[in-house]
């Protein structure tokens, strides 16, 4: 089994080629040029390198949100657009759990973090117990008080990881009871081969979707739509 | 003749996802529109955002339906035409990111569209004798524009609105008159029941550019007279002043593409975007031609509005003149007619 993962999500831009048994070839960037000009290019680097034929492929893995609306779309068409050519379908990865799943068999809390402006972090809560990933708190959009709160209730150290971190971990520091630690520059960003590993979890548990309607996960209405409803719900008061 | 070339369209450059199959760039196999227009009502005008959400959503489905009613297979067609630009930059990239996926993955060459050159071409879809060199008149919601199409591919724009376009004082006034969005088609049918010579709205004359265009003057001047109207507590009569102000609209418009079509001597003049679907200029241009001769070109209102067949026609003579682009083509949200 072979698939193919796409992670345009976030600031990285990251392609793997995964097996059940291999990463066969990953290409992260991590630079301000855009996914759009970047993330099919590398695709075609990794299969020349790998002497491989796209038509090998079973299943497309895509970071499928939350992430920049725009990024996540540029990873999505070309998902769909590649698995309407193969005829394959997609497995769609929660963005923050394939950042999660970055980090393997600690016996502590895992807290990725996603910029998701107006004070606002994509976050999620995770652990390893018995040698297996667990999902504790699902990915969302969170207040950094609120998921300060959460985590103190949890009283477990944490690991943080992902873009957020670094804008967020200043204000967010002090309010935490718990003894943290931030994930190494290795780990700490979106990566193709985590999601295609995971990827491989999904496909084997006949998670999957079809190419033809599948459409990122925001995680957030557009602000045209968030503005109108806010009026709605003024003049229903 | 040589073997013909399919070419596989795709456009989604604002509210339609759009994607067809259009045979050596003057047949069209099929044309298929997901419109999002009911959507766009809501807000009084296209959202960027909820736009870029629906091309998503639909892209594989109108890709494959405009294959299945060509009835030809990937395999078959010879080149992948997509638009690039100008139009919402989120909304372009959901067609580029999956046109190039497509490309790549069914080893087929990448042909990038200027959505405007898409809007010219859709002229020879259905006048099969049409060919350069011609005059131009590209009127819709985000342009104004008077080209000459001196040959396949090859543009010179000598005229341009120098604020808004024509069809964006058609959805700014429909607003203020409470028609709503979209304006275009909504003034055009109220105006039907009104005097064009009712008011006398201004039209603008740029010194030293004859064939340049200004709308925002006109607008005003509509919005200025419902306030008088207000103030005085006069009846507004809707229909004279959308009739009035289309008027005003199409004067200029025919008034400069006489203008340029005599100083050139060009004897063909066609017309393509949305705004080119108004009856009252199809009216007044073809009028206008008739009296000196010239031969008017126009699309039928399905063409004239967003589509992909005429991406496909305008792909099309790209492909045979040789362009082909990577797979870093991007988006380009302000691509100049002609730029390469």
């Not at chain 1, 652990?127 to 999902?135: A, T």
């Amino acid at each position: 089994m072979k698939i193919l993962a796409l992670d345009s999500s976030g600031l990285v831009a990251s392609v793997a080629v995964v097996t059940e048994d291999k990463v066969l070839g990953e290409f992260t960037v991590n630079n301000k040029k855009t996914h759009s000009q970047t993330l099919l290019p590398m695709v075609d680097e990794v299969f020349k390198i790998l002497d491989m034929d796209i038509k090998e492929l079973d299943a497309i893995a895509v970071a499928g949100g939350p992430g920049s609306f725009t990024g996540l779309r540029i990873g999505a068409s070309t998902a769909k657009g590649l698995a309407l050519v193969l005829n394959i379908p997609i497995i769609n990865v929660p963005t923050v759990d394939s950042l999660a799943y970055n980090l393997y068999g600690t016996d502590k809390l895992i807290c990725p973090m996603m910029d998701a402006r107006r004070n606002q972090v994509y976050t999620g809560l995770y652990e390893w117990k018995e040698g297996k990933f667990k999902v504790l708190l699902p990915q969302y959009a969170a207040e950094i008080e609120e998921l300060a709160e959460t985590i103190n209730e949890y009283n477990r150290e944490v690991i943080f990881l992902g873009d957020g971190v670094e804008a967020q971990l200043c204000k967010f520091a002090p309010l935490l009871k718990v003894s943290y630690s931030v994930a190494p520059i290795h780990l700490s960003k979106q990566r193709g081969a985590s999601l295609g590993a995971l990827g491989i979890e999904y496909y084997k548990a006949g998670i999957t979707e079809d190419g033809d309607s599948f459409e990122p996960v925001y995680l957030r209405m557009s602000q045209a739509e968030r503005e109108r409803a806010e009026k709605q719900e003024t003049t229903f008061q | 003749m040589d073997k013909d070339i399919l070419i596989l369209a795709i456009e989604s450059s604002c509210d339609e996802t759009a994607a067809a199959v259009v045979k050596n760039g003057r047949i069209v196999l099929s044309n298929v529109i997901s419109s999002q227009i009911a959507l766009h009502t809501l807000y009084g005008g296209v959202v960027p955002e909820i736009a870029s959400r629906k091309h998503i959503e639909k892209i594989n489905q109108v890709i494959k339906e405009a294959l299945k009613e060509a009835d030809v297979t990937l395999e078959e067609i010879d080149a992948i035409g997509v638009t690039y630009g100008p139009g919402l930059v989120g909304a372009l990239l959901v067609g580029v990111a999956e046109a190039k996926a497509i490309s790549y993955a069914a080893k087929k060459p990448l042909v990038g569209v200027h959505h405007i050159e898409g809007h010219i071409s859709a002229n020879f879809i259905e006048h099969k004798d049409l060919e350069p060199p011609f005059l131009c008149l590209i009127v819709s919601g985000g342009h104004t524009h008077l080209v000459i199409v001196k040959d396949y591919g090859k543009y010179e724009i000598i005229g341009r609105t120098h604020d808004d376009a024509a069809g964006e004082a058609f959805d700014k006034v429909a607003r203020a008159i409470g028609l709503g969005y979209p304006g275009g088609p909504k003034v055009d049918k109220l105006a039907r029941e009104g005097n064009k010579y009712a008011i006398s709205f201004p039209r603008a004359n740029i010194a030293d550019s004859p064939y340049d265009f200004s709308f925002s003057g006109v607008k005003s001047a509509v919005l200025n007279h419902l306030n008088s109207c207000e103030m005085k507590k006069e009846e507004i009569n809707r229909a004279d002043i959308a009739a009035s102000f289309q008027e005003a609209v199409v004067d200029a418009l025919v008034t400069k593409t006489m203008t340029a079509a005599k100083d050139l001597k060009l004897s063909k003049v066609a017309m393509a975007g949305g705004v080119a679907a108004n009856s009252a200029l199809r009216e007044a241009m073809g009028a206008e031609c008739a009296k000196r001769g010239i031969t008017l070109y126009y699309p039928s209102p399905i063409f004239c509005t967003d589509n992909a067949a005429m991406i496909g026609a305008a792909a099309y003579y790209e492909f045979i003149n040789g362009t082909r682009h990577g797979l870093d083509l991007n988006a380009v949200p302000n691509l100049k007619i002609g730029q390469r």
